[in-house]
Structures are given as structure tokens and as C-alpha cells.
């Protein structure tokens, strides 16, 4: 009998995931275009959220430079497809890699003299502001007016018909990345990460070199925004500093991790499935008579989940379900 619970428990445990996954494939046949769009975006910031729960959730260094990388991504992949005409799925691995070589560079420039996490968060909004106003000077970059993607027309180049293609590719992103947090979670990478996060000096006692399980991170995560920075680049068709470069996407990304719950596999799903729609939702029902409201709702939930679920919604849930499991447990015993 001990040996078939095991299975029906890992069932049980990946029913609510597989149950999501079911919902997300089938959803955009029943939702109008507007509403596809909004679950595009959902999706851009679950790729996102989760790729910087990398490094903010299971390294615990709080980042807040992430544009860098997502605009690195944009624009590696923009000029080479504008001027080479090198196909946006080949030059996403190019941006993908300088974005990853930057965030190894700040993170061995941070963390080579174990400067605390304050500091790490202070170079990283410097050394992103800094990006953002060099990509809006540089006339090759397009300077502040941004750069128009030419369409020509082939799936080769990342053009469809229909946003229903945009809305699978993001999805296959957003599933391949919580797979890869679910990896990371089990492998000693994981492992390591969850180490320099709860207590580093006891990681460097047993020998876990903190510097380079730091540099992976920044790099894995910096890689994953990059190709959300080509994404959504092929989506909007322009690529410009305040939407790539500016800080409002990372408040946003970090914003939506903090309330779904850090350092979790599904906190940075919860997060931006909830309140992408939300917020559109306002801007679209309130947004001439309330501008800004959806950022005034954010920070409203971001103070409750602060106050009354410092875990975020995700340990709320799992103290919700140990609650309900525990009376039973209890008769058993």
C-alpha cells in the first residue's frame, strides 16, 4: 500500500499545474482579441517574474536592473534583424547571451568584495538608469524616438498572422521556464542558491562557492529576460527606451513576484495572472476618468500582502491548506 502512495501523491501535487496548463491552452478559443492580448501580456510577466525569482527568490539579492537585460535582448535582436536581416529566433540567443555576459559581469562587480544585498539593489538601478539613458542618446539605438521592426510577413521571421501564435510562444516560455524552477529547485544549484540565500557565511563554511552560484543566477535570469526582450519586441513591432529600458517594468515585475510569493515555483505565476488583468482591466474601464488608478491598486495590494502575507499569496495558500489537512491528520493519529 506504501509503495502506490507515492504516485497518487505526486499526482495530487501536479493536479492544479496540469489543471492550469489545460485552462491556458484552451482559454484564447473562447476570449475575443482584447482579451488574448491581456493574456499575452499575463504570460510576458510570468516569463519575467519567473525569471527574476531566479535571482531575487532563490538567491535572494534583490535586483533592480532587469530592464538591462530585456532592453539587450530587444535590441541586439532588432538591429540584427533590421540591418543583417538575421532572423529575430537566431539573433534572441545573441541577445540572450550578451544580456546573460552583462548580468554575470555586475554580478562579479557586486559580489567579488561581498558587498551587502543594499548595495547589490543600489548598482543594479544605477547601472540600469545609466542604460536608459545611453540607449536614449545613441542615434544608432534610435535614440528616444525607438526603432520600427519592418513586417515581412514569415513565421521565419517571427511575423504571424494571427495573435493566437504570439500567445502559444509565450506560453511554451512561461511553461518552460516554471519547468526550469521546478529543476532548479531539486538540483544542487537549487540547492546552492537556497544556501547563499538563507545564510551565506554558513554556505562559504561548507565550501559553496558563493561568487560563481551568483554569477549562474544573474546569468540564467538575465538570459530568460532577454528572450522576453525579443518577445515582446516581435509583438509590439517598435523597440523604445521607457517601455525596454525604463525602470516601471521592473518595479512591475518585482511588484507582481513580492505579492504571488518569492523564492516559490508558483508565486511568480499567481503574481501576474492575477493582477496583469486586473490592471488592464482599470485602465481600459477607468483609465480616462482615473489615469494611473491600476498603479494605486498595486500599491494597495502590495501593503496588504506585506502586512497580512509577508510570504505572499502563495504562503497564504499553503498555510490554508495545512489548516484544512491538519484536523484530519490529527484523527488519524
Not at 60 to 86: K, P
Not at 161 to 170: K, P, T
Amino acid at each position: 500500500m506504501e509503495a502506490a502512495n507515492p504516485p497518487a501523491r505526486d499526482i495530487r501535487r501536479h493536479l492544479p499545474g496540469l489543471l492550469l496548463l489545460l485552462a491556458a491552452v484552451v482559454a484564447p478559443w473562447f476570449m475575443s482579441g482584447n482579451w488574448i492580448n491581456i493574456l499575452i501580456l499575463s504570460l510576458l510577466f510570468v516569463f519575467l517574474c519567473v525569471a527574476w525569482n531566479i535571482v531575487g527568490g532563490l538567491t535572494g539579492e534583490f535586483c533592480i536592473g532587469h530592464s538591462l537585460f530585456l532592453a539587450a535582448g530587444a535590441y541586439t535582436s532588432t538591429l540584427l534583424y533590421i540591418h543583417l536581416g538575421v532572423s529575430p529566433w537566431i539573433g534572441m540567443f545573441a541577445g540572450g547571451a550578451i544580456a546573460a555576459a552583462i548580468g554575470m559581469f555586475i554580478a562579479w562587480l557586486s559580489f567579488r568584495y561581498a558587498l551587502p544585498h543594499l548595495s547589490f539593489a543600489l548598482v543594479t538601478i544605477a547601472l540600469a538608469m545609466l542604460g536608459y539613458l545611453a540607449i536614449s542618446s545613441i542615434d544608432f539605438l534610435g535614440a528616444s524616438r525607438g526603432l520600427t521592426l519592418p513586417v515581412r510577413g514569415s513565421a521565419w521571421y517571427y511575423h504571424f498572422r494571427s495573435d493566437l501564435a504570439f500567445y502559444y510562444i509565450i506560453l511554451a516560455h512561461a511553461v518552460a521556464a516554471v519547468l526550469l524552477t521546478m529543476w532548479l529547485y531539486r538540483s544542487k544549484a537549487g540547492l546552492y542558491f537556497r544556501t547563499i540565500r538563507d545564510n551565506e557565511r554558513a554556505a562559504l563554511a561548507i565550501g559553496v562557492p558563493s561568487l560563481r552560484y551568483k554569477m549562474l543566477a544573474m546569468a540564467i535570469s538575465a538570459f530568460m529576460t532577454a528572450l522576453a526582450g525579443v518577445f515582446y519586441a516581435q509583438f509590439l513591432l517598435y523597440v523604445e527606451p521607457k517601455t525596454f529600458a525604463g525602470l516601471t517594468i521592473v518595479i512591475e515585475i518585482i511588484l507582481f513576484t513580492v505579492v504571488g510569493g518569492t523564492g516559490t515555483v508558483w508565486g511568480p505565476v499567481l503574481g501576474p495572472l492575477l493582477l496583469v488583468p486586473l490592471g488592464e482591466v482599470l485602465r481600459a474601464e477607468l483609465g480616462g476618468t482615473a489615469p494611473g488608478l491600476h498603479l494605486f491598486v498595486y500599491g494597495l495590494l502590495l501593503i496588504a500582502v506585506i502586512r497580512f502575507m509577508p510570504g505572499g499569496l502563495m504562503a497564504a495558500l499553503s498555510k490554508l491548506g495545512a489548516l484544512r489537512v491538519r484536523p484530519s491528520s490529527a484523527k488519524e493519529a
